[in-house]
C-alpha cells in the first residue's frame, strides 16, 4: 500500500536561505548519493538575475525541503535550461519531480511571454542522466545530438518545444 502524498508546494526562491536549502538538496543528491564532485555542484548559474530557483517544500511544516529544480535563461541564447532536478531520497516515491518540471515549465512560459512578446513557442532544453531520459521523454522532450560525458557520466541533450499561446 502506497503513502499518502505529503501535502507540499513549490516556490520561487527569493532568499539566500532558502537557495541554501536548494544547495543543500543538490549536494546530498548529486555528490552524496550519485558520487558527482563536489566543486562542480555550485556552478556560474547560481548567482546571476536569469535563473529561477524553486524549492519543493511540505506545507505541514514549511522549513522542511523536499526537492528542488532549477530554470536557466543563459545570455546570448533563445532557449532555457532545465537544471539540477534533485528530490530527496524520502520524498521520491511520490512522483514529485512531476511537479517540480510542471512548476518549471509554467515559470518559462510566462518569463518567455514576458520577454519575448509576440512569441508562438519557447525551448527548454536538459542534459539528461542517460536513466532519466523516458522520465523526461514523458513531458515530451526529445533526444539531440550524441550521448556525451558530464563530469564523468553519460548524459543525453533533449529538448522539449513549449506552445505560448
Not at 534533485?86 to 515559470?107: D, P
Request: net charge negative; glycine share 6%.
Amino acid at each position: 500500500m502506497a503513502s499518502e502524498v505529503p501535502p507540499h508546494e513549490v516556490v520561487l526562491v527569493t532568499t539566500p536561505q532558502d537557495i541554501e536549502l536548494c544547495m543543500n538538496i543538490r549536494i546530498d543528491v548529486f555528490h552524496h548519493e550519485q558520487g558527482f564532485p563536489l566543486d562542480v555542484e555550485r556552478d556560474e548559474y547560481d548567482d546571476i538575475p536569469t535563473t529561477a530557483h524553486f524549492l519543493l517544500r511540505s506545507t505541514n511544516s514549511p522549513s522542511t525541503p523536499m526537492g528542488t529544480i532549477r530554470a536557466v535563461k543563459p545570455a546570448g541564447k533563445d532557449y532555457y535550461k532545465l537544471t539540477r532536478l534533485a528530490l530527496l531520497k524520502n520524498y521520491r516515491q511520490f512522483k514529485l519531480g512531476r511537479t517540480l518540471v510542471n512548476s518549471l515549465h509554467e515559470w518559462v512560459k510566462q518569463d518567455a511571454a514576458t520577454k519575448s512578446p509576440g512569441a508562438s513557442t519557447v525551448t527548454v532544453v536538459c542534459h539528461s542522466q542517460l536513466y532519466v531520459k523516458g522520465f523526461y521523454a514523458r513531458f515530451g522532450y526529445v533526444p539531440e545530438g550524441d550521448e556525451f560525458d558530464e563530469d564523468g557520466d553519460p548524459h543525453q541533450k533533449m529538448v522539449l518545444t513549449i506552445p505560448l499561446v
